[in-house]
Protein backbone atom coordinates (compact mmCIF):
# COMPACT_ATOMS: atom_id res chain seq x y z
CA UNK A 1 0.00 0.00 0.00
CA UNK A 2 1.27 3.50 -0.73
CA UNK A 3 -0.30 5.84 1.37
CA UNK A 4 0.46 6.24 4.97
CA UNK A 5 -2.23 6.46 6.72
CA UNK A 6 -5.36 4.19 5.82
CA UNK A 7 -7.91 6.43 3.46
CA UNK A 8 -11.17 5.58 3.20
CA UNK A 9 -10.76 4.25 0.05
CA UNK A 10 -8.90 1.37 1.06
CA UNK A 11 -11.25 0.60 3.94
CA UNK A 12 -13.64 0.73 1.14
CA UNK A 13 -11.45 -1.57 -1.02
CA UNK A 14 -11.15 -4.04 2.02
CA UNK A 15 -14.90 -3.46 2.72
CA UNK A 16 -15.20 -5.11 -1.15
CA UNK A 17 -13.16 -7.60 -1.17
CA UNK A 18 -15.15 -9.05 2.11
CA UNK A 19 -18.27 -9.17 0.61
CA UNK A 20 -17.32 -10.46 -2.45
CA UNK A 21 -14.36 -13.10 -1.48
CA UNK A 22 -17.23 -15.79 -1.07
CA UNK A 23 -14.70 -18.81 -0.81
CA UNK A 24 -13.28 -18.03 2.27
CA UNK A 25 -9.92 -19.34 1.81
CA UNK A 26 -9.59 -17.00 -1.18
CA UNK A 27 -10.08 -13.63 1.42
CA UNK A 28 -7.35 -13.57 2.93
CA UNK A 29 -4.51 -13.67 0.05
CA UNK A 30 -6.63 -11.17 -1.77
CA UNK A 31 -6.92 -8.73 0.91
CA UNK A 32 -4.33 -5.51 -0.04
CA UNK A 33 -3.08 -7.02 -3.56
CA UNK A 34 -4.32 -4.11 -5.27
CA UNK A 35 -1.26 -1.47 -5.17
CA UNK A 36 -2.66 1.71 -4.23
CA UNK A 37 -2.33 4.55 -6.68
CA UNK A 38 -0.56 7.74 -5.46
CA UNK A 39 -2.82 9.81 -7.80
CA UNK A 40 -5.99 8.27 -6.31
CA UNK A 41 -5.00 8.94 -2.97
CA UNK A 42 -5.15 13.02 -4.22
CA UNK A 43 -8.96 12.66 -3.83
CA UNK A 44 -9.73 11.63 -0.07
CA UNK A 45 -13.60 10.90 -1.76
CA UNK A 46 -15.28 7.68 -2.32
CA UNK A 47 -16.81 8.97 -5.23
CA UNK A 48 -13.69 10.27 -7.13
CA UNK A 49 -11.24 7.75 -6.11
CA UNK A 50 -13.09 4.87 -6.58
CA UNK A 51 -13.84 5.65 -10.41
CA UNK A 52 -9.91 5.73 -10.80
CA UNK A 53 -9.89 1.77 -8.93
CA UNK A 54 -12.89 -0.32 -10.20
CA UNK A 55 -15.63 0.20 -12.73
CA UNK A 56 -19.16 1.56 -11.43
CA UNK A 57 -22.12 0.16 -12.04
CA UNK A 58 -24.66 3.05 -13.30
CA UNK A 59 -27.81 3.07 -11.59
CA UNK A 60 -30.94 1.23 -13.69
CA UNK A 61 -34.57 1.51 -13.19
CA UNK A 62 -34.31 -2.31 -12.40
CA UNK A 63 -31.48 -2.30 -10.22
CA UNK A 64 -33.14 0.79 -7.80
CA UNK A 65 -36.40 -1.54 -7.87
CA UNK A 66 -34.97 -4.75 -7.20
CA UNK A 67 -31.25 -5.48 -6.00
CA UNK A 68 -28.78 -7.83 -7.74
CA UNK A 69 -25.49 -9.53 -6.42
CA UNK A 70 -22.28 -8.84 -7.75
CA UNK A 71 -21.32 -10.40 -10.74
CA UNK A 72 -18.35 -11.82 -9.35
CA UNK A 73 -20.27 -13.96 -6.79
CA UNK A 74 -21.27 -16.83 -9.01
CA UNK A 75 -22.47 -19.07 -6.33
CA UNK A 76 -25.87 -21.25 -7.49
CA UNK A 77 -27.98 -23.87 -7.19
CA UNK A 78 -27.82 -27.91 -8.95
CA UNK A 79 -30.16 -30.38 -9.74
CA UNK A 80 -29.38 -32.97 -6.72
CA UNK A 81 -27.73 -36.12 -8.28
CA UNK A 82 -29.99 -38.05 -5.64
CA UNK A 83 -32.72 -40.33 -7.94
CA UNK A 84 -30.85 -39.10 -11.06
CA UNK A 85 -33.61 -36.87 -12.55
CA UNK A 86 -32.59 -33.81 -14.08
CA UNK A 87 -34.48 -30.03 -12.52
CA UNK A 88 -35.95 -29.07 -14.87
CA UNK A 89 -36.93 -31.89 -16.88
CA UNK A 90 -37.77 -31.65 -20.82
CA UNK A 91 -41.47 -30.28 -19.66
CA UNK A 92 -40.13 -28.02 -17.07
CA UNK A 93 -40.68 -29.68 -14.06
CA UNK A 94 -38.87 -29.39 -10.88
CA UNK A 95 -38.17 -32.81 -8.80
CA UNK A 96 -34.75 -31.83 -6.54
CA UNK A 97 -32.49 -28.89 -6.24
CA UNK A 98 -29.99 -28.34 -4.23
CA UNK A 99 -28.36 -25.54 -2.64
CA UNK A 100 -24.55 -24.62 -2.50
CA UNK A 101 -24.00 -25.15 1.05
CA UNK A 102 -20.00 -24.52 0.10
CA UNK A 103 -20.53 -20.70 -0.14
CA UNK A 104 -22.87 -20.00 2.48
CA UNK A 105 -22.26 -17.57 5.06
CA UNK A 106 -24.30 -17.08 8.39
CA UNK A 107 -27.46 -19.38 8.88
CA UNK A 108 -29.91 -17.83 6.05
CA UNK A 109 -30.27 -19.59 3.26
CA UNK A 110 -31.36 -16.69 0.65
CA UNK A 111 -34.38 -17.58 -1.23
CA UNK A 112 -32.98 -17.30 -4.35
CA UNK A 113 -30.66 -20.29 -3.53
CA UNK A 114 -33.31 -22.39 -0.51
CA UNK A 115 -32.97 -26.05 -1.93
CA UNK A 116 -36.13 -27.07 -3.72
CA UNK A 117 -38.13 -30.59 -3.67
CA UNK A 118 -41.78 -31.06 -5.22
CA UNK A 119 -43.32 -34.47 -4.20
CA UNK A 120 -43.28 -36.30 -7.51
CA UNK A 121 -41.48 -33.56 -10.00
CA UNK A 122 -43.67 -30.68 -10.40
CA UNK A 123 -44.39 -27.80 -12.34
CA UNK A 124 -44.61 -24.96 -9.72
CA UNK A 125 -47.88 -23.42 -9.45
CA UNK A 126 -48.19 -19.41 -10.55
CA UNK A 127 -50.89 -19.00 -7.58
CA UNK A 128 -52.53 -14.95 -7.42
CA UNK A 129 -52.79 -14.49 -3.51
CA UNK A 130 -56.30 -12.37 -4.10
CA UNK A 131 -57.72 -15.85 -5.09
CA UNK A 132 -55.89 -18.47 -2.91
CA UNK A 133 -57.46 -19.26 0.62
CA UNK A 134 -56.64 -22.12 3.13
CA UNK A 135 -59.84 -24.20 3.90
CA UNK A 136 -59.85 -26.01 7.43
CA UNK A 137 -62.33 -28.86 8.10
CA UNK A 138 -62.70 -31.61 9.64
CA UNK A 139 -62.82 -32.73 13.08
CA UNK A 140 -63.81 -28.89 14.08
CA UNK A 141 -66.63 -27.17 15.63
CA UNK A 142 -66.37 -24.70 12.47
CA UNK A 143 -65.04 -25.36 9.23
CA UNK A 144 -63.15 -21.99 8.23
CA UNK A 145 -62.02 -20.93 4.78
CA UNK A 146 -59.18 -17.81 5.44
CA UNK A 147 -57.97 -15.79 2.44
CA UNK A 148 -55.21 -14.02 2.50
CA UNK A 149 -55.44 -11.29 4.09
CA UNK A 150 -57.48 -12.71 6.48
CA UNK A 151 -54.55 -14.81 7.92
CA UNK A 152 -52.88 -11.42 7.93
CA UNK A 153 -54.84 -10.07 9.80
CA UNK A 154 -54.37 -12.92 12.89
CA UNK A 155 -51.16 -12.98 15.12
CA UNK A 156 -47.96 -13.63 13.31
CA UNK A 157 -44.70 -15.38 14.08
CA UNK A 158 -41.35 -14.89 12.91
CA UNK A 159 -39.24 -17.93 13.27
CA UNK A 160 -35.73 -19.35 11.96
CA UNK A 161 -36.40 -23.05 10.98
CA UNK A 162 -34.40 -25.34 8.76
CA UNK A 163 -36.39 -27.95 5.97
CA UNK A 164 -34.24 -30.88 5.36
CA UNK A 165 -35.22 -33.73 2.54
CA UNK A 166 -34.97 -37.02 3.41
CA UNK A 167 -33.25 -37.64 0.26
CA UNK A 168 -30.07 -35.37 1.47
CA UNK A 169 -28.42 -38.60 1.70
CA UNK A 170 -24.45 -38.36 1.71
CA UNK A 171 -22.34 -41.06 0.33
CA UNK A 172 -18.96 -41.60 -0.98
CA UNK A 173 -19.56 -41.15 -4.56
CA UNK A 174 -20.59 -37.47 -3.77
CA UNK A 175 -17.77 -34.85 -4.70
CA UNK A 176 -19.35 -31.72 -2.73
CA UNK A 177 -21.18 -30.60 0.33
CA UNK A 178 -23.59 -29.12 -2.24
CA UNK A 179 -24.09 -33.16 -3.20
CA UNK A 180 -23.90 -34.40 0.42
CA UNK A 181 -26.04 -31.81 1.82
CA UNK A 182 -27.28 -29.39 -0.11
CA UNK A 183 -31.36 -30.57 0.14
CA UNK A 184 -31.35 -28.75 3.66
CA UNK A 185 -31.88 -24.86 3.73
CA UNK A 186 -32.89 -22.33 6.56
CA UNK A 187 -34.67 -19.34 6.56
CA UNK A 188 -36.25 -17.20 9.06
CA UNK A 189 -40.02 -17.89 8.16
CA UNK A 190 -43.03 -15.55 9.17
CA UNK A 191 -46.98 -16.88 9.80
CA UNK A 192 -49.84 -17.54 11.89
CA UNK A 193 -49.23 -20.45 13.95
CA UNK A 194 -51.17 -23.43 13.36
CA UNK A 195 -52.85 -24.01 16.58
CA UNK A 196 -53.89 -20.20 16.80
CA UNK A 197 -56.36 -21.51 13.48
CA UNK A 198 -57.12 -24.72 14.94
CA UNK A 199 -58.35 -22.72 17.79
CA UNK A 200 -60.15 -20.68 16.04
CA UNK A 201 -61.94 -23.24 14.41
CA UNK A 202 -62.26 -25.31 17.54
CA UNK A 203 -60.84 -28.41 17.98
CA UNK A 204 -62.79 -31.60 18.51
CA UNK A 205 -61.32 -33.68 20.85
CA UNK A 206 -61.23 -36.89 18.70
CA UNK A 207 -59.06 -35.26 16.66
CA UNK A 208 -55.09 -36.89 16.64
CA UNK A 209 -54.21 -36.26 13.17
CA UNK A 210 -54.50 -33.91 10.51
CA UNK A 211 -53.54 -33.56 6.45
CA UNK A 212 -51.89 -30.70 4.78
CA UNK A 213 -52.83 -30.36 1.12
CA UNK A 214 -51.07 -28.88 -1.72
CA UNK A 215 -52.60 -26.72 -4.67
CA UNK A 216 -49.84 -28.24 -7.46
CA UNK A 217 -50.99 -30.21 -9.93
CA UNK A 218 -50.46 -33.82 -7.73
CA UNK A 219 -52.44 -32.11 -4.93
CA UNK A 220 -49.63 -33.35 -2.22
CA UNK A 221 -50.46 -34.34 0.81
CA UNK A 222 -49.59 -35.36 4.43
CA UNK A 223 -50.22 -36.99 7.71
CA UNK A 224 -49.16 -35.54 10.53
CA UNK A 225 -49.84 -35.93 14.55
CA UNK A 226 -52.40 -33.16 16.06
CA UNK A 227 -49.87 -32.83 18.80
CA UNK A 228 -47.40 -31.22 16.36
CA UNK A 229 -50.10 -29.08 14.75
CA UNK A 230 -50.53 -27.69 18.21
CA UNK A 231 -46.88 -27.32 19.35
CA UNK A 232 -45.07 -25.34 16.83
CA UNK A 233 -46.75 -25.95 12.84
CA UNK A 234 -46.30 -22.66 11.05
CA UNK A 235 -48.77 -21.71 8.36
CA UNK A 236 -46.07 -19.59 6.52
CA UNK A 237 -46.60 -16.80 4.36
CA UNK A 238 -43.49 -14.66 4.66
CA UNK A 239 -39.56 -15.97 3.52
CA UNK A 240 -36.67 -13.96 4.58
CA UNK A 241 -38.49 -10.98 4.86
CA UNK A 242 -40.55 -10.61 1.93
CA UNK A 243 -43.12 -13.00 0.60
CA UNK A 244 -42.28 -17.20 -0.05
CA UNK A 245 -40.74 -17.43 -3.67
CA UNK A 246 -43.03 -19.60 -5.75
CA UNK A 247 -40.64 -22.76 -5.82
CA UNK A 248 -41.05 -22.50 -1.74
CA UNK A 249 -45.24 -22.40 -2.09
CA UNK A 250 -46.16 -18.70 -2.70
CA UNK A 251 -48.65 -17.71 -1.33
CA UNK A 252 -48.94 -20.17 1.89
CA UNK A 253 -47.22 -23.29 3.12
CA UNK A 254 -46.60 -25.23 6.41
CA UNK A 255 -43.84 -25.40 8.19
CA UNK A 256 -43.74 -28.24 10.30
CA UNK A 257 -40.26 -27.77 12.28
CA UNK A 258 -37.66 -30.73 12.49
CA UNK A 259 -40.03 -33.33 10.34
CA UNK A 260 -39.24 -34.25 6.77
CA UNK A 261 -39.11 -31.46 3.86
CA UNK A 262 -41.95 -33.57 2.57
CA UNK A 263 -44.12 -32.72 5.74
CA UNK A 264 -43.82 -28.87 4.34
CA UNK A 265 -46.42 -28.81 2.29
CA UNK A 266 -46.35 -26.32 -0.05
CA UNK A 267 -48.94 -24.15 -2.08
CA UNK A 268 -51.25 -25.18 1.24
CA UNK A 269 -54.98 -25.16 0.06
CA UNK A 270 -56.22 -27.27 2.77
CA UNK A 271 -56.05 -29.11 6.68
CA UNK A 272 -58.02 -31.56 7.17
CA UNK A 273 -58.41 -32.88 10.93
CA UNK A 274 -58.88 -36.54 11.60
CA UNK A 275 -58.96 -39.42 14.03
CA UNK A 276 -56.46 -41.82 12.46
CA UNK A 277 -53.94 -41.59 10.22
CA UNK A 278 -54.55 -41.09 6.37
CA UNK A 279 -52.67 -42.73 4.34
CA UNK A 280 -51.76 -40.56 1.23
CA UNK A 281 -49.47 -41.38 -1.61
CA UNK A 282 -47.11 -38.68 -0.05
CA UNK A 283 -47.10 -41.19 3.59
CA UNK A 284 -46.72 -44.27 1.78
CA UNK A 285 -43.18 -43.48 0.87
CA UNK A 286 -42.82 -43.42 5.08
CA UNK A 287 -43.95 -47.10 4.80
CA UNK A 288 -41.54 -49.37 6.45
CA UNK A 289 -41.03 -52.93 7.17
CA UNK A 290 -39.90 -52.50 10.08
CA UNK A 291 -40.43 -50.60 13.69
CA UNK A 292 -37.25 -48.54 13.77
CA UNK A 293 -37.29 -47.50 10.44
CA UNK A 294 -40.73 -46.28 10.83
CA UNK A 295 -39.77 -44.39 14.10
CA UNK A 296 -36.46 -42.36 12.54
CA UNK A 297 -38.42 -41.74 9.31
CA UNK A 298 -40.18 -38.72 10.58
CA UNK A 299 -38.55 -36.68 13.08
CA UNK A 300 -35.11 -35.58 11.61
CA UNK A 301 -32.15 -36.85 14.11
CA UNK A 302 -28.93 -34.40 15.27
CA UNK A 303 -26.91 -33.48 12.13
CA UNK A 304 -23.67 -31.23 11.16
CA UNK A 305 -21.67 -30.35 8.40
CA UNK A 306 -18.65 -28.88 7.78
CA UNK A 307 -19.23 -26.42 4.45
CA UNK A 308 -15.30 -25.04 5.21
CA UNK A 309 -13.43 -26.32 3.93
CA UNK A 310 -15.30 -29.25 2.08
CA UNK A 311 -14.94 -31.50 -0.68
CA UNK A 312 -12.87 -30.39 -4.12
CA UNK A 313 -12.04 -27.20 -2.08
CA UNK A 314 -8.40 -26.10 -1.91
CA UNK A 315 -6.47 -25.26 1.16
CA UNK A 316 -3.66 -22.68 0.05
CA UNK A 317 -1.61 -23.90 2.39
CA UNK A 318 -0.71 -24.33 6.32
CA UNK A 319 -1.02 -22.10 8.74
CA UNK A 320 -4.73 -20.67 10.76
CA UNK A 321 -7.98 -21.34 8.68
CA UNK A 322 -11.67 -21.01 10.80
CA UNK A 323 -13.53 -24.31 10.05
CA UNK A 324 -16.55 -23.45 9.88
CA UNK A 325 -20.03 -25.21 9.31
CA UNK A 326 -23.65 -25.69 9.89
CA UNK A 327 -25.51 -27.86 12.75
CA UNK A 328 -29.13 -28.33 13.19
CA UNK A 329 -31.92 -31.10 14.69
CA UNK A 330 -35.28 -31.81 13.98
CA UNK A 331 -35.30 -32.39 18.13
CA UNK A 332 -34.66 -29.12 19.46
CA UNK A 333 -31.70 -26.32 19.61
CA UNK A 334 -27.70 -27.48 18.63
CA UNK A 335 -26.56 -27.77 22.26
CA UNK A 336 -23.03 -28.32 21.28
CA UNK A 337 -20.89 -29.16 18.22
CA UNK A 338 -17.48 -30.42 17.97
CA UNK A 339 -14.87 -30.47 15.48
CA UNK A 340 -11.80 -33.12 14.89
CA UNK A 341 -9.24 -32.15 12.85
CA UNK A 342 -7.38 -35.74 13.40
CA UNK A 343 -10.08 -38.20 12.09
CA UNK A 344 -11.92 -38.62 15.02
CA UNK A 345 -9.39 -39.48 18.25
CA UNK A 346 -9.58 -35.65 19.70
CA UNK A 347 -12.73 -33.71 19.88
CA UNK A 348 -12.65 -30.16 20.36
CA UNK A 349 -15.72 -28.04 21.17
CA UNK A 350 -16.56 -25.64 18.60
CA UNK A 351 -18.12 -21.81 19.03
CA UNK A 352 -21.39 -20.82 17.69
CA UNK A 353 -21.73 -17.64 15.71
CA UNK A 354 -25.24 -17.35 17.04
CA UNK A 355 -27.54 -18.81 19.69
CA UNK A 356 -28.99 -21.56 18.52
CA UNK A 357 -33.01 -21.34 17.68
CA UNK A 358 -34.65 -24.89 17.29
CA UNK A 359 -34.98 -26.72 14.70
CA UNK A 360 -32.79 -23.88 12.90
CA UNK A 361 -29.07 -24.18 11.17
CA UNK A 362 -26.89 -22.61 13.58
CA UNK A 363 -22.87 -22.05 12.27
CA UNK A 364 -20.27 -23.38 14.14
CA UNK A 365 -16.55 -22.63 13.66
CA UNK A 366 -13.17 -24.33 14.92
CA UNK A 367 -9.68 -22.34 14.74
CA UNK A 368 -7.64 -24.37 13.33
CA UNK A 369 -3.57 -24.48 12.34
CA UNK A 370 -3.20 -27.26 9.72
CA UNK A 371 0.74 -28.32 10.01
CA UNK A 372 0.60 -29.35 6.26
CA UNK A 373 0.27 -33.11 7.37
CA UNK A 374 -2.60 -35.40 5.68
CA UNK A 375 -5.80 -35.64 8.07
CA UNK A 376 -9.41 -35.85 8.27
CA UNK A 377 -12.11 -33.19 9.45
CA UNK A 378 -15.34 -34.08 11.03
CA UNK A 379 -18.28 -32.80 13.09
CA UNK A 380 -20.19 -33.93 15.84
CA UNK A 381 -23.74 -32.37 17.01
CA UNK A 382 -25.59 -33.31 20.09
CA UNK A 383 -29.16 -31.50 20.73
CA UNK A 384 -30.88 -30.00 23.71
CA UNK A 385 -32.72 -33.37 24.19
CA UNK A 386 -29.48 -35.12 24.37
CA UNK A 387 -29.41 -36.64 20.95
CA UNK A 388 -25.51 -37.35 19.10
CA UNK A 389 -24.81 -37.20 15.52
CA UNK A 390 -23.24 -40.69 15.27
CA UNK A 391 -20.45 -42.14 13.29
CA UNK A 392 -21.45 -44.99 10.45
CA UNK A 393 -19.92 -46.94 12.19
CA UNK A 394 -22.04 -47.02 15.14
CA UNK A 395 -25.46 -47.03 13.47
CA UNK A 396 -24.63 -50.24 12.00
CA UNK A 397 -23.15 -51.79 15.22
CA UNK A 398 -26.70 -50.84 17.24
CA UNK A 399 -28.97 -52.56 14.57
CA UNK A 400 -26.20 -55.28 13.55
CA UNK A 401 -25.81 -54.80 10.41
CA UNK A 402 -23.37 -53.75 7.83
CA UNK A 403 -21.56 -50.50 7.73
CA UNK A 404 -23.57 -48.22 5.34
CA UNK A 405 -26.88 -49.33 7.06
CA UNK A 406 -28.83 -45.81 8.39
CA UNK A 407 -32.62 -45.96 8.51
CA UNK A 408 -34.69 -42.65 8.09
CA UNK A 409 -32.78 -39.77 7.56
CA UNK A 410 -29.20 -40.12 7.00
CA UNK A 411 -27.31 -38.22 10.18
CA UNK A 412 -24.17 -39.96 10.48
CA UNK A 413 -21.01 -37.63 10.90
CA UNK A 414 -19.93 -36.64 7.61
CA UNK A 415 -15.63 -36.95 7.18
CA UNK A 416 -13.98 -34.38 4.47
CA UNK A 417 -10.11 -35.67 3.96
CA UNK A 418 -7.38 -32.92 3.12
CA UNK A 419 -4.09 -34.22 1.44
CA UNK A 420 -0.80 -32.74 1.69
CA UNK A 421 -1.00 -30.73 -1.28
CA UNK A 422 -4.77 -28.79 0.44
CA UNK A 423 -6.90 -30.82 -1.67
CA UNK A 424 -10.39 -31.60 0.47
CA UNK A 425 -12.37 -34.67 -0.70
CA UNK A 426 -15.02 -36.84 0.40
CA UNK A 427 -13.71 -39.03 3.27
CA UNK A 428 -16.15 -41.45 2.75
CA UNK A 429 -14.86 -42.25 -1.00
CA UNK B 1 -87.77 1.03 32.28
CA UNK B 2 -89.54 -1.61 33.35
CA UNK B 3 -89.49 -3.22 30.23
CA UNK B 4 -85.28 -2.78 30.07
CA UNK B 5 -85.54 -4.20 33.49
CA UNK B 6 -87.65 -7.17 32.00
CA UNK B 7 -84.41 -7.96 29.59
CA UNK B 8 -81.96 -7.89 31.58
CA UNK B 9 -83.77 -10.45 34.09
CA UNK B 10 -84.37 -12.61 30.35
CA UNK B 11 -81.04 -12.12 29.31
CA UNK B 12 -79.76 -13.04 33.07
CA UNK B 13 -82.25 -15.86 32.54
CA UNK B 14 -80.39 -16.79 28.96
CA UNK B 15 -77.44 -16.85 29.87
CA UNK B 16 -76.58 -20.07 31.39
CA UNK B 17 -77.76 -21.69 28.43
CA UNK B 18 -76.05 -19.35 26.43
CA UNK B 19 -72.80 -20.34 28.39
CA UNK B 20 -73.52 -23.97 28.49
CA UNK B 21 -73.48 -23.81 24.45
CA UNK B 22 -70.26 -22.24 24.50
CA UNK B 23 -68.87 -24.72 26.59
CA UNK B 24 -70.01 -27.11 24.17
CA UNK B 25 -68.19 -25.56 21.35
CA UNK B 26 -65.11 -23.50 21.45
CA UNK B 27 -65.76 -19.51 20.97
CA UNK B 28 -63.74 -18.39 18.12
CA UNK B 29 -61.82 -15.36 19.45
CA UNK B 30 -60.67 -13.22 16.37
CA UNK B 31 -63.79 -13.79 13.66
CA UNK B 32 -61.51 -14.12 10.90
CA UNK B 33 -62.58 -16.75 8.20
CA UNK B 34 -65.64 -17.71 6.28
CA UNK B 35 -67.71 -21.20 6.85
CA UNK B 36 -67.55 -22.91 3.81
CA UNK B 37 -70.62 -24.38 2.49
CA UNK B 38 -70.80 -28.08 2.48
CA UNK B 39 -70.28 -28.09 -1.21
CA UNK B 40 -67.37 -26.19 -0.87
CA UNK B 41 -65.87 -28.60 1.19
CA UNK B 42 -66.89 -31.73 -0.85
CA UNK B 43 -65.44 -30.05 -4.09
CA UNK B 44 -62.04 -29.39 -2.05
CA UNK B 45 -61.98 -32.70 0.19
CA UNK B 46 -60.25 -34.98 -2.39
CA UNK B 47 -58.77 -37.64 0.48
CA UNK B 48 -59.66 -41.20 0.37
CA UNK B 49 -59.53 -42.90 3.94
CA UNK B 50 -58.93 -46.82 4.14
CA UNK B 51 -62.63 -46.84 4.73
CA UNK B 52 -63.26 -45.69 1.41
CA UNK B 53 -66.30 -43.22 3.38
CA UNK B 54 -65.59 -40.44 0.78
CA UNK B 55 -65.29 -42.47 -2.60
CA UNK B 56 -67.76 -41.27 -5.13
CA UNK B 57 -70.31 -43.94 -6.79
CA UNK B 58 -69.03 -45.48 -9.68
CA UNK B 59 -67.85 -49.05 -11.14
CA UNK B 60 -64.90 -50.39 -13.51
CA UNK B 61 -63.41 -53.86 -13.96
CA UNK B 62 -59.90 -54.65 -15.31
CA UNK B 63 -60.71 -55.26 -18.59
CA UNK B 64 -62.55 -52.02 -18.82
CA UNK B 65 -59.33 -50.04 -17.45
CA UNK B 66 -56.84 -52.27 -20.09
CA UNK B 67 -59.20 -49.86 -22.34
CA UNK B 68 -58.75 -46.59 -20.65
CA UNK B 69 -55.40 -47.15 -20.12
CA UNK B 70 -54.62 -46.65 -24.07
CA UNK B 71 -57.39 -44.10 -24.38
CA UNK B 72 -56.61 -41.76 -21.80
CA UNK B 73 -52.74 -41.92 -22.81
CA UNK B 74 -51.52 -44.07 -20.03
CA UNK B 75 -49.92 -46.05 -22.07
CA UNK B 76 -47.62 -43.00 -23.57
CA UNK B 77 -45.67 -42.89 -20.81
CA UNK B 78 -45.93 -45.98 -18.58
CA UNK B 79 -45.46 -48.49 -21.55
CA UNK B 80 -47.73 -51.29 -22.73
CA UNK B 81 -49.00 -53.54 -19.45
CA UNK B 82 -47.50 -50.79 -17.36
CA UNK B 83 -44.00 -51.44 -18.36
CA UNK B 84 -41.07 -49.82 -20.60
CA UNK B 85 -42.02 -46.42 -21.06
CA UNK B 86 -40.04 -42.85 -19.77
CA UNK B 87 -42.74 -43.11 -16.61
CA UNK B 88 -42.92 -44.81 -13.62
CA UNK B 89 -42.69 -48.54 -13.84
CA UNK B 90 -46.13 -49.44 -13.06
CA UNK B 91 -46.01 -53.51 -13.07
CA UNK B 92 -42.58 -55.15 -11.18
CA UNK B 93 -40.75 -56.21 -14.52
CA UNK B 94 -39.11 -59.73 -11.96
CA UNK B 95 -42.07 -61.16 -10.44
CA UNK B 96 -45.61 -60.51 -9.21
CA UNK B 97 -44.62 -63.18 -6.72
CA UNK B 98 -41.61 -61.91 -4.59
CA UNK B 99 -42.60 -60.45 -0.98
CA UNK B 100 -44.09 -57.12 -1.30
CA UNK B 101 -40.69 -55.43 0.70
CA UNK B 102 -38.47 -57.51 -1.82
CA UNK B 103 -40.19 -55.74 -4.85
CA UNK B 104 -39.06 -52.63 -7.00
CA UNK B 105 -41.44 -49.57 -5.64
CA UNK B 106 -44.51 -49.18 -7.28
CA UNK B 107 -47.61 -48.42 -7.92
CA UNK B 108 -49.02 -47.09 -4.12
CA UNK B 109 -48.26 -51.25 -4.42
CA UNK B 110 -46.66 -51.52 -0.90
CA UNK B 111 -50.26 -49.16 0.84
CA UNK B 112 -52.16 -51.43 3.10
CA UNK B 113 -55.20 -50.01 1.38
CA UNK B 114 -56.17 -50.31 -2.27
CA UNK B 115 -57.81 -46.96 -1.37
CA UNK B 116 -54.53 -45.16 -1.79
CA UNK B 117 -53.70 -46.43 -5.16
CA UNK B 118 -57.06 -44.78 -6.49
CA UNK B 119 -56.65 -41.74 -4.29
CA UNK B 120 -53.57 -41.26 -6.51
CA UNK B 121 -54.54 -41.75 -9.90
CA UNK B 122 -57.61 -39.35 -9.01
CA UNK B 123 -55.40 -36.65 -7.74
CA UNK B 124 -52.31 -37.33 -9.77
CA UNK B 125 -53.06 -38.37 -13.14
CA UNK B 126 -53.17 -38.17 -15.88
CA UNK B 127 -49.85 -35.58 -16.31
CA UNK B 128 -51.13 -32.42 -16.97
CA UNK B 129 -54.77 -33.24 -17.09
CA UNK B 130 -54.53 -33.86 -13.27
CA UNK B 131 -58.57 -34.57 -11.47
CA UNK B 132 -60.13 -34.61 -15.03
CA UNK B 133 -60.54 -38.13 -14.65
CA UNK B 134 -64.29 -39.81 -14.26
CA UNK B 135 -64.81 -42.15 -11.41
CA UNK B 136 -65.81 -44.88 -13.61
CA UNK B 137 -62.54 -44.45 -15.29
CA UNK B 138 -60.41 -44.38 -11.84
CA UNK B 139 -62.11 -47.57 -10.67
CA UNK B 140 -61.26 -48.68 -13.80
CA UNK B 141 -57.93 -48.24 -13.92
CA UNK B 142 -57.11 -49.59 -10.65
CA UNK B 143 -58.85 -52.69 -11.36
CA UNK B 144 -56.52 -52.88 -14.14
CA UNK B 145 -53.72 -51.62 -12.39
CA UNK B 146 -54.47 -54.51 -9.25
CA UNK B 147 -54.96 -56.99 -11.86
CA UNK B 148 -51.55 -56.67 -13.74
CA UNK B 149 -50.14 -56.93 -10.51
CA UNK B 150 -51.69 -59.87 -8.99
CA UNK B 151 -53.73 -58.25 -6.49
CA UNK B 152 -57.00 -59.18 -7.98
CA UNK B 153 -58.61 -61.71 -10.54
CA UNK B 154 -59.56 -60.57 -13.56
CA UNK B 155 -63.33 -60.79 -13.19
CA UNK B 156 -63.03 -58.01 -10.42
CA UNK B 157 -65.27 -55.66 -10.29
CA UNK B 158 -64.47 -52.76 -8.44
CA UNK B 159 -66.66 -49.38 -7.02
CA UNK B 160 -67.19 -47.69 -3.92
CA UNK B 161 -67.82 -51.12 -1.69
CA UNK B 162 -65.78 -53.70 -2.76
CA UNK B 163 -62.24 -51.44 -3.46
CA UNK B 164 -61.83 -51.09 0.17
CA UNK B 165 -62.06 -54.42 0.86
CA UNK B 166 -59.53 -55.34 -1.54
CA UNK B 167 -56.62 -57.09 0.28
CA UNK B 168 -53.45 -55.39 -0.59
CA UNK B 169 -50.24 -57.70 -0.83
CA UNK B 170 -48.66 -55.85 2.24
CA UNK B 171 -51.28 -57.09 4.83
CA UNK B 172 -50.18 -56.49 8.38
CA UNK B 173 -47.26 -56.34 7.65
CA UNK B 174 -45.84 -53.05 7.79
CA UNK B 175 -44.35 -50.87 11.00
CA UNK B 176 -46.99 -48.84 12.70
CA UNK B 177 -46.01 -44.72 13.53
CA UNK B 178 -45.27 -44.40 17.11
CA UNK B 179 -47.29 -42.27 19.09
CA UNK B 180 -45.28 -38.51 18.11
CA UNK B 181 -44.94 -35.83 21.34
CA UNK B 182 -42.84 -32.72 21.22
CA UNK B 183 -39.96 -32.94 22.64
CA UNK B 184 -39.67 -36.94 22.23
CA UNK B 185 -36.49 -38.71 20.60
CA UNK B 186 -36.51 -40.19 17.27
CA UNK B 187 -36.19 -43.91 18.51
CA UNK B 188 -36.90 -45.20 22.15
CA UNK B 189 -32.87 -46.65 23.44
CA UNK B 190 -31.67 -45.44 20.26
CA UNK B 191 -28.48 -43.26 21.35
CA UNK B 192 -28.12 -41.22 18.88
Redesign the interface.
Known sequence: MGSKRTSRRELIKGGGALAGGFTLGAVAPALGQTPASDHASAHDHPMATGSHDYPMIPGSKDLIAYGQRSHFVTSVRIAHPMGGRPSPDAFGKVFHVASPLQDSVGVITPSSLHYVATT?GSFIPDIDPKEHTL???GLV??????TME?LK??PSVTRLHFIECAGNRHNGRQKTVQETHGMTSCAEWTGVLLSTLL?????KSSATWF?A?GAE???G?SSM?I??AM??CLIAYGQNGEPLRPQQGFPLRIVVPGFEGIFNTKWL??I?V?D??????SD?G??????????????I??KSVITYPSGTQQLPGKGTYEISGLAWS???AIKTVEVSTDGGKKWNRAEFKMTPQRMAHVRFAYQWNWDGNETELLSRATDE??????MLA??AE?FKKPVGYVP?LN?SIMPWKIAKDGKVTNGLA | MGSLKLAAALLLLGSPVLASTALAQSAPTYGLGRVPSAEEVRARDINISETGEELPPGRGTPKEGEKVFTLQGCIVCHGPEGVGGVGPKLKSSTSQDLPIWRRERILPLRSPFATTVWDYINRGMPLGREGTLKPDEVYALTAYLLFVNKVIPEDTVLDEKSLPKVKMPIGEGYARLPDWKPGTRRLEGYPY
Not at chain 1, 141 to 146: A, H, I, W
Not at chain 1, 286 to 299: C, P, T, V
Open positions: RMIHDRPLTFDRLKECGLVEEVKAPAKDDRRKVRYLMNYYHLREDDEGAALGYQGPGGGIGQQQPQIFGN
